[in-house]
């Protein structure tokens, strides 16, 4: 149950372990300097079994939605980490088991000879319960085959809806004679269960409408494998690796989502597509050369295959067009991709230094273009598939030199572009280029023995051809207001600061923080669109070593992003917005706002005593702000805040030199006033909801035993 950590962690790591962390309390680093607990540990003073019983009190669905102790009661608490060494033939033996006796369980079986061989057989499960309450009258959930009421009906079951994935996965390598060594990995998921989903429509009612929606769990039965093949050579100078990697995905419900019953404006959504059977195949070669002392290369060529020829789903509300049944009844998708890449470091002097590298890579969507269905003459689709053919070529450019004084400057410069094909009729308008260059320059210096800062500057300025003008089926012009914000242009500062402040050995502390502006530019004859964004981010970590058995340590982060755009409810066939009562021009203001706080304790107060603690905690707000710019009064959307703390706490007290028992403590609390699952409804009468205020309390016991 326990989990060996480092001592130290970054502000980001914490702020993420307050927001995910699992039922684990934080250990000291043992006396050997080894993690008993990593897979990758080969020791055998490492090796350690612990079996042990936990009990949850007040458990809730937020802290048990990955380790599944979601219910009060008992728990076992099951690990071991076996490491046996032959000395004879130096072949290393290692069994490992991690959290058995829960649903995030780990288990491995790995056998290697130094310099010789190796392989591994490994398993892990990895479970998702969903966290929100659900109350349904929906039938069928788990299969593809769902009955949904034909009328309001809010007096269903409760249910528990939840994911597992179960992973097998086997390695070999060999090192060959000479400079060769093969290395080999394959891995099975096999993934099942169900996940909200709904189906419905968005509606034309009036101003605020979200029309009707139906509660449709997705059901879940897939299996994906990997394969990762391949071969080095080390020759000295040159460093060479080549392979295969591929992928293979097979959904059992590939025949889609069928529906039964259901509100008859919605009748029409049956059945529903789920992810069809798709594989990629990619084969690449990459490696380094190293041509001076002071020079040296990277290199990678890449070929990547990708295929999706599933049948498609079809039924009476989804017939299949004359072409596509013509073409076989699936879509005959292909994707081939090209990749490029070399770089170069170079120290010509020894205050300069030299980076560069060039990056090609070429997307070529060779799908068939066909017309699948006949849509009204006053739409942007024509019925045909989009390819999505990417071309991007980049590179960039960095030197460094060391000034007087200690200062070091470093500048650099750096160019993307991206190239797109264009359908003469598109549902989304598009520019066919994009190009962004990039501008860096930065100034280190140690500002004293015991203190390092740097200062970085950064100019980003994206644009790009010409937006092509979406047209409707009849020939009029469609919508073009609202420039896609990963294609509008943009311009971007960033600034950076840093600094490492170490008065001593026993004591550090780290500070950093970045702030950054977006200015977007909008489309020709149009105030829409995305209009600015902001990011602040700054941490503090400080560690001190008091003794050698007692250590403290604290971090604060803040991250604020800021984004404001603006829309048209309902733009007319000729791309002008009415701005009037029904369609009104309106603007969003989003912020997202986290403040992170945490601090940690290890000492060792007697030899036969170790002891720790951590503590974390996030508070979190959204605003997503709406206002009026010109028409009719749109309603404002209120703040959600939500608020995480963790207390890890753990005792360990020796019984003997190699075993002993260990006491967990965790207390959990999540608090939310989000509005979005307070009470949500659909169409059908499913109801979700979620309890605002969770806390729960963990305690666990277990003895240990350490092999020597």
Not at 244 to 272: E, H, R, V
Not at 506 to 513: D, E, G, L, P, T
Not at 556 to 562: G, L, W
């Amino acid at each position: 149950m326990k989990r060996v950590c480092s001592f130290k962690y970054s502000s980001m790591t914490l702020a993420l372990a307050a927001a995910f962390g699992t039922a684990h309390a934080v250990e000291p680093i043992v006396t050997e300097n080894i993690d008993p607990r990593a897979p990758n540990s080969l020791n055998t003073g490492a090796s350690e079994a612990s079996v042990g019983i936990g009990y949850a009190n007040d458990a809730t669905r937020r802290f048990g939605e990955y380790n599944g102790i979601k219910e009060n009661g008992a728990y076992g608490l099951i690990d071991f980490n076996w490491v046996k060494r032959n000395d004879e033939t130096g072949t290393w033996t290692r069994i490992f088991g991690r959290d058995v006796g829960l649903d995030d369980r780990q288990l491995r079986f790995e056998q290697q000879r130094q310099g010789n061989w190796g392989y591994s057989i490994d398993y892990s499960r990895i479970p998702r319960f969903e966290p929100l309450n659900i109350t349904t009258a929906v039938g069928g959930i788990g299969s593809n085959n769902l009955v949904i009421p034909t009328t309001l009906n809010p007096n269903g079951g409760t249910i528990d809806l939840k994911t597992k994935r179960d992973i097998l996965g086997l390695g070999f390598d060999k090192y060959i004679s000479g400079n060769w060594d093969v290395q080999i990995k394959f891995r099975n998921e096999e993934k099942d269960g169900a996940r909200i989903f709904a189906r419905g429509t968005t509606g034309t009612g009036p101003v605020g409408s979200f029309g009707q929606f139906e509660f449709a769990p997705e059901p879940i039965d897939a299996t994906t494998r990997q394969i990762d093949a391949k071969v080095n050579y080390s020759g000295g100078a040159l460093l060479l690796q080549g392979g295969y990697y591929g992928t293979m995905y097979n959904n059992k419900f590939d025949s889609g989502l069928n529906f039964t019953g259901g509100l008859a404006g919605l009748s029409t959504f049956t059945p529903i597509a789920l992810p069809p059977d798709n594989q990629s195949h990619q084969l690449y070669v990459s490696g380094n050369y190293t041509f001076t002392q002071n020079t040296r290369s990277t290199f990678k060529l890449a070929y990547q295959k990708e295929t999706q020829d599933a049948a498609f789903v079809s039924g009476v509300n989804v017939p299949l067009s004359p072409a596509a049944a013509a073409a076989g009844g699936d879509l005959n998708g292909r994707v081939d991709t090209k990749i490029a890449h070399f770089g170069i470091t170079s120290r010509p002097i020894p205050k300069l230094s030299l980076v560069a590298d060039v990056h090609y890579e070429d997307r070529d969507d060779k799908t068939p273009v066909l017309v699948y269905f006949f849509p009204p003459p006053t739409t942007t689709s024509n019925g045909e598939n989009e390819p999505r053919s990417i071309r991007t070529t980049s590179a960039k450019a960095e030197a460094g030199y060391q000034l007087p004084e200690s200062f070091k400057i470093i500048g650099g410069v750096g160019w993307e572009e991206k190239k797109r094909n264009l359908s003469a009729i598109r549902v989304v308008s598009g520019r066919e280029t994009t190009d962004e260059t990039t501008w860096k320059l930065e100034l280190r210096r140690p500002m004293a023995e015991t203190v390092i800062g740097s200062v970085a500057l950064m100019h980003q300025d994206r644009g790009g051809s010409d937006f092509q003008t979406t047209v409707q089926n009849n020939g009029t012009v469609g919508s073009n207001l609202i420039a896609p914000i990963f294609l509008a242009d943009r311009v971007r500062d960033k600034v950076r600061v840093s600094a490492n402040w170490a008065p001593a050995n026993a004591f550090n502390i780290q500070f950093y923080a970045d702030k950054a502006r977006d200015d977007y530019g909008s489309r020709p004859g149009s105030t829409l669109g995305p209009h600015s964004g902001e990011a602040t981010n700054w941490s503090l970590d400080a560690s001190y070593v008091i003794n050698d058995r007692w250590q403290v340590n604290a971090w604060y982060s803040q991250n604020d992003t800021h984004f404001e755009s603006s829309t048209c409810e309902n733009a007319s066939a000729t791309g002008v917005c009415p701005a009037n009562a029904t369609d009104p021009i309106w603007g969003a203001n989003m912020r997202n706002l986290s403040n992170n706080v945490g601090a940690g304790l290890r000492a060792k107060p007697t030899a036969q005593i170790d002891l720790g603690a951590e503590f974390t905690y996030a508070e979190i707000t959204d605003q997503n702000h709406l206002s009026t710019i010109q028409g009719a009064a749109v309603s404002d959307l209120p703040d959600s805040h939500t608020k995480t703390m963790r207390l890890n706490l753990f005792a360990r007290y020796a019984l003997q030199k190699n075993s002993g028992v260990r006491l967990d403590y965790i207390f959990d609390r999540f608090k939310t006033d989000d509005w979005t699952w307070a009470s949500w409804v659909y169409a059908d009468g499913t109801q979700l909801s979620e309890n605002q205020s969770q806390r729960v309390n963990f305690l666990g016991v277990s003895y240990y035993y350490r092999f020597q």
